[in-house]
């Protein structure tokens, strides 16, 4: 993931987390991310710093096996999609396409999704096979959508939701917080929003209503289990002014 795309991430979920918490977050970049949080955050009641950090089910000392997994399978159909909308150029008509399978043949992929789009009447699917293994559903959208990129990878969207682990999210507030020293240099309300992409299945994590675990001196960590609910765990001196 390119630094640009990673910023747009962070900024998309602390606007998504805002809105969930019925707050008014004023979101910008900080100037020098070496020695500020990841985001800064004006909101009625004040300034603060937020860092963000994605959680996965199967967190490790290696990273999360599925999310990159997730991150292959999600730059190869984006690929596909874009070769796809460059090839027939402008009279490329908008498709959703959901894959099952083996996505390894990117060549006889685009080829099979091409030559079954012909002829389709809007909104008709196809279920194509371009090869032994692989299951692509196609379906055919209004013209208007001339720029639809949903497509998908089937198998990175299911899974088991699974309860967290309160070691897993300890160990990862420990790590964020080894930098609010320097954060803290520069603003005294540091935060950390931490995003379980329910999305996705690296993301498929429950956030019990009475889960609680030490923040690590940040001033509030915000559990969220993106796109539906959020929690928030405050620190005992932060109460009172929030």
């Not at 090839?87 to 099979?112: H, M, R, T, W, Y």
């Not at 954060?183 to 996705?200: G, I």
Request: charged share 35%.
């Amino acid at each position: 993931m390119t630094r640009k795309r990673q910023k747009e991430e962070e900024v998309f979920y602390a606007q998504a987390a805002g809105k969930l918490l019925c707050a008014n977050w004023d979101i910008t970049e900080p100037l020098n991310e070496k020695e500020w949080p990841d985001l800064v955050v004006k909101s009625d009641k004040g300034e603060f710093g937020l860092e963000v950090r994605h959680i996965f089910s199967d967190e490790s000392d290696s990273g999360s096996i599925k999310k990159q997994s997730e991150s292959k399978s999600r730059g190869v159909v984006e690929e596909l999609a874009n070769a796809y909308y460059r090839s027939e150029d402008k009279l490329a008509v908008p498709i959703k396409a959901q894959f099952l399978g083996d996505i390894d043949n990117e060549e006889e992929l685009l080829s099979c999704i091409v030559e079954n789009v012909k002829g389709m009447a809007e909104l008709e699917q196809k279920r194509c096979e371009p090869y032994k293994g692989c299951v692509v559903y196609i379906r055919r959208l209004p013209d208007m959508w001339k720029k639809e990129r949903e497509w998908v990878y089937v198998p990175d969207k299911v899974g088991w939701v699974r309860t967290v682990d309160r070691v897993s999210v300890e160990s990862i507030i420990r790590e964020k917080a080894e930098n609010l020293p320097k954060y803290k240099m520069h603003m005294k309300d540091v935060r950390l929003l931490l995003v379980a992409d329910r999305m996705f299945d690296s993301g498929k994590i429950y956030f019990p209503s009475d889960f609680s675990c030490d923040i690590g001196g940040f001033k509030v960590v915000y559990c969220f289990s993106y796109p539906e609910n959020i929690k928030a765990i405050i620190s005992s001196s932060a109460v009172e002014k929030l």
